[in-house]
Nanobody, 123 residues
């Protein structure tokens, strides 16, 4: 029943930056841990970043740590992912997801998913 809509994807060059945004519906946004996950062609969906209900805890995949930053604004019902120093290996469909339990790094443990937004990084 939670609606998640991602935006901000696009085509960029290696080294560039991009900011993805996810808008959530409902009045219970602050009760959900949020995450960003991605799926590249031919690969399984993988964890990218997660943030706890109030934003006090964040987790990042080793492949993006130091380059990506996740943040949430509970007043606006949004969660964002700042992608810096992008690499071709970051090319994937990026999904916003929510979980009505504690923060997790496991894709299958998320309850709701957005439609995804494509990020393509050229060399």
């Amino acid at each position: 029943q939670v609606q998640l809509v991602e935006s901000g994807g696009g085509l960029v060059q290696a080294g560039d930056s991009l900011r993805l945004s996810c808008a959530a519906s409902g009045r219970l946004f602050s009760t959900y841990a949020m995450g960003w996950l991605r799926q590249a062609p031919g690969k399984e969906r993988e964890f990218v970043a997660a943030i706890s209900r109030l934003g006090g805890t964040t987790y990042y995949a080793d492949s993006v740590a130091g380059r990506f930053t996740i943040a949430r604004d509970n007043a606006k019902n949004t969660v964002a992912l700042q992608l810096n120093r992008l690499k071709p290996a970051d090319t994937a469909v990026y999904y916003c997801a929510s979980r009505n339990r504690d923060i997790t790094t496991t894709p299958s443990e998320y309850n709701y998913w957005g439609q995804g937004t494509q990020v393509t990084v050229s060399s």
